[in-house]
């Protein structure tokens, strides 16, 4: 079965720092992987999906990287603000049918 | 476009109750998805539809069922609640399973 992990659980960096998000999962045959950020009492907003045959996805100030081989993603979102608050969640597309193995969630704090 | 809507938001049930949770999208996505979250156990899977008429179990299925009678709406249903069954549910679709939307959530509790 597809384990997902996303270390550190809690982070908390002044506003400008940039924000490295780790993820990483067992099974290397993955069909896609999707980011999303989920603020407190609310629904999950879908911020970057990458395929598997890609390498990196952009939007913005976010960058993921897909690295099958290690089983790794990373999210990288470039000068950090208060508002970039949230719990970043990964999750891995196992099959065609679209089913998501989610990680714990990176809880994110940006200090002014 | 209302993209994902879920219904009711708040539910209080006593154990042995029933209930339903309606979920509707508006973008004509085939795929939709029912995920339970609890806390330092991330979203799991309940149930998912890969079209009109069509159902299949998920990770977490037991004491759950579902319907999906019309494209846009996928149903979850609780025959006979249970505590252990208070969590936050949250549905999601998407098309031909890409890019996955989800709803604002329901949060039930079980009495």
């Known amino acids: 079965k597809q384990e997902v992990t996303q270390i550190p659980a809690a982070l908390s960096v002044p506003e400008g720092e940039n924000l490295v998000l780790n993820c990483s999962f067992t099974?290397?045959?993955?069909?896609?992987l999707q980011w999303f950020r989920q603020d407190p009492g609310k629904g999950l907003t879908s911020l970057l999906l990458?395929?598997?045959?890609?390498r990196e996805q952009t939007s913005g100030r976010l960058n993921a990287s897909l690295d099958k081989s290690s089983g790794r993603s990373t999210l990288y979102i470039a000068a950090s603000q208060p508002g970039d608050s949230a719990t970043y969640l990964c999750?891995?597309?196992?099959?065609?049918?679209?089913?998501?193995?989610f990680g714990a969630g990176t809880q994110v704090v940006v200090t002014p | 476009n209302a993209g994902v809507t879920q219904t009711p938001k708040f539910r209080v049930l006593k154990t042995g109750q029933s209930m339903t949770l309606l979920c509707a999208q508006d973008?004509?996505?085939?795929?939709m998805y029912w995920y339970r979250q609890d806390p330092g156990m991330g979203l799991r899977l309940i149930h998912y539809?890969?079209?009109?008429?069509?159902?299949a179990k998920g990770e977490v299925p037991d004491g759950y069922n579902v319907s999906r009678l019309k494209k846009q709406n996928f149903l979850l249903g609780l025959e006979s609640a249970a505590p252990s069954q208070t969590s936050v549910y949250f549905c999601?679709?998407?098309?031909?399973?890409?890019?996955?939307?989800f709803g604002p959530g329901t949060r039930l509790t079980v009495l």
């Open positions: 099974d290397s045959a993955i069909y896609n």
């Open positions: 999601a679709s998407s098309w031909i399973g890409n890019e996955q939307f």
């Open positions: 973008m004509n996505h085939e795929y």
């Open positions: 990458i395929q598997s045959s890609q």
């Open positions: 539809s890969v079209g009109e008429g069509t159902t």
């Open positions: 999750a891995v597309g196992t099959d065609s049918w679209g089913k998501l193995q």
